[in-house]
């Protein structure tokens, strides 16, 4: 399987959002036909470093999976979720955010 190489130039979206009480930035890049291509997640709160570091390798992972071809949609069903639906890792909160 190829990874599917992404423009060199390419819109950048930002949004801030809160999980279990830490503030987060993400940031997403899209492929030329609009398919989510790679995240950013930064814990935007001094003192959480290791939520922080949790974060950007969780989004790196993320990044690799969508450009070798695994589907967003896909992903976000499969992430670990409560009884009533809700997302409890940071890579299922981040879908949600961006309803892929």
């Known amino acids: 399987m190829l990874r599917r190489a992404l ?3 390419r819109a950048h979206e930002a949004r801030q959002f809160e999980f279990r009480g830490a ?3 993400v940031g997403v890049g899209r492929f030329e ?3 989510l291509a790679e995240v950013f997640i930064d814990c935007a709160s ?3 470093l290791p939520l922080g570091d949790d974060a950007k390798d969780a989004a790196v992972c ?9 589907p967003a949609d896909v992903i976000q069903k499969a992430v670990t979720r409560t009884t009533d639906g809700a997302a409890t ?4 909160a981040v879908l949600d955010l961006l309803e892929t």
């Open 7 to 9: 423009p060199t130039r």
């Open 23 to 25: 503030p987060y930035t």
């Open 33 to 35: 036909d609009g398919a």
């Open 46 to 48: 001094k003192g959480m």
């Open 62 to 70: 993320l990044s690799i999976a969508l450009q070798y071809g695994a």
């Open 89 to 92: 890792g940071i890579i299922g």
